[in-house]
């Protein structure tokens, strides 16, 4: 399967939506760290729209698998995922991912 250098934008807004929904779905210390990691998968998403990807490059095939990766795990659930820390690192670290990939475009 071809990689089209959206993807990446694309798969970062869906994480984000989803993040989103799980967040309104909890409350504390967890809801505020998914509505955190909402705004930086946003503002990832902008920095991945202005940057020109490859889709080729390594870090953004590793980019666009850990955030299909952590879509996967969400999934279309809201309230009843119960290790929302599970999902918090596991969002943190494909946002780490695209971050990566967005800064080696840049380079």
Do not use: F, P
């Not at 994480?15 to 998914?34: I, P």
């Not at 705004?39 to 980019?63: C, F, P, S």
């Amino acid at each position: 399967m071809a990689i089209s250098n959206h993807d990446l934008a694309e798969k970062l807004a869906g994480l984000a939506s989803r993040v989103n929904n799980l967040a309104v779905n909890h409350t504390g210390a967890d809801s505020r760290e998914l509505l955190d990691l909402q705004d930086r998968l946003t503002k990832l998403q902008l920095a991945a729209i202005l940057e020109d990807l490859r889709a080729e490059d390594k870090d953004y095939q590793r980019a666009v698998g850990g955030l299909q990766d952590a879509i996967d795990q969400i999934g279309e659930a809201t309230a009843e995922i119960e290790n929302v820390a599970k999902i918090i690192k596991l969002v943190a670290k494909a946002a780490n991912l695209a971050e990566k990939a967005i800064k080696a475009a840049a380079a």
